[in-house]
T-cell receptor, first 114, second 112 residues
Framework: DTAVSQTPKYLVTQMGNDKSIKCEQN?????MYWYKQDSKKFLKIMFSYNNKELIINETVPNRFSPKSPDKAHLNLHINSLELGDSAVYFC?????????????FGPGTRLTVL | GNSVTQMEGPVTLSEEAFLTINCTYTATGYPSLFWYVQYPGEGLQLLLK?????DKGSNKGFEATYRKETTSFHLEKGSVQVSDSAVYFC???????????FGAGTTVTVRA
């Protein structure tokens, strides 16, 4: 059973389009995250939700909007895609927002904007 | 703010060689420290962690010790295998926020 799953795995689209990436976890965790990994492998947090409430909102363009319909899902919608949005996006989850807890990562979604 | 600095790669080794990846950090509060590993084409997975000073994390032959006096958490393995080829990330999470701050990642390639 996949603990943290993301769809799609690959996404190729044109500049200006709107797209969504979906994330689901079956671990019963309360907290979920979105990270962006650039071409140099650098990872940066974007958002975090705890029990469907936004708790971390880093400085990202407001074209990015996360949505958490329930504790097990955290989706990422991106409007007006730009070339610089090309990256691998990782979803992660943890049991609760604590500095001690391990985060479990999904396999990633490779977004390519042409 | 929190930050993690780890040695730049790429690192290329022969099988059974000794591996060290240096990691130092700056943090407020009392951080927990982690090493995550990313195998090709996969997401990150926890390799080991330490939550207080002088703790040693270990897993799969890898070890790292939380050194508060030198603000370091260096990763070591005595004898690497080809299957250890991956990108290794040092990370911290401090007691006053909920997010992981990652180092830049070190790509390790082990040749047979």
């Amino acid at each position: 059973d996949t603990a943290v799953s993301q769809t799609p795995k690959y996404l190729v689209t044109q500049m200006g389009n709107d797209k969504s990436i979906k994330c689901e976890q079956n671990l019963g965790h309360d907290t979920m995250y979105w990270y962006k990994q650039d071409s140099k492998k650098f990872l940066k947090i974007m958002f975090s939700y705890n029990n469907k409430e936004l708790i971390i909102n880093e400085t990202v363009p407001n074209r990015f909007s996360p949505k958490s319909p329930d504790k097990a899902h955290l989706n990422l919608h991106i409007n007006s895609l730009e070339l610089g949005d090309s990256a691998v996006y990782f979803c992660a989850s943890t049991s609760s927002p604590s500095s001690y807890n391990e985060q479990f990562f999904g396999p990633g979604t490779r977004l390519t904007v042409l | 703010g929190n930050s993690v600095t780890q040695m730049e790669g790429p690192v290329t080794l022969s099988e059974e060689a000794f591996l060290t990846i240096n990691c130092t950090y700056t943090a407020t509060g009392y951080p927990s420290l982690f090493w995550y590993v990313q195998y090709p084409g996969e997401g990150l997975q926890l390799l080991l962690k330490a939550t207080k000073a002088d703790d040693k994390g270990s897993n799969k032959g890898f070890e790292a010790t939380y050194r508060k006096e030198t603000t370091s958490f260096h990763l070591e393995k005595g004898s690497v295998q080809v299957s250890d080829s991956a990108v290794y990330f040092c990370a911290l999470s401090s007691s006053n926020d909920y997010k992981l701050s990652f180092g830049a990642g070190t790509t390790v390639t082990v040749r047979a």
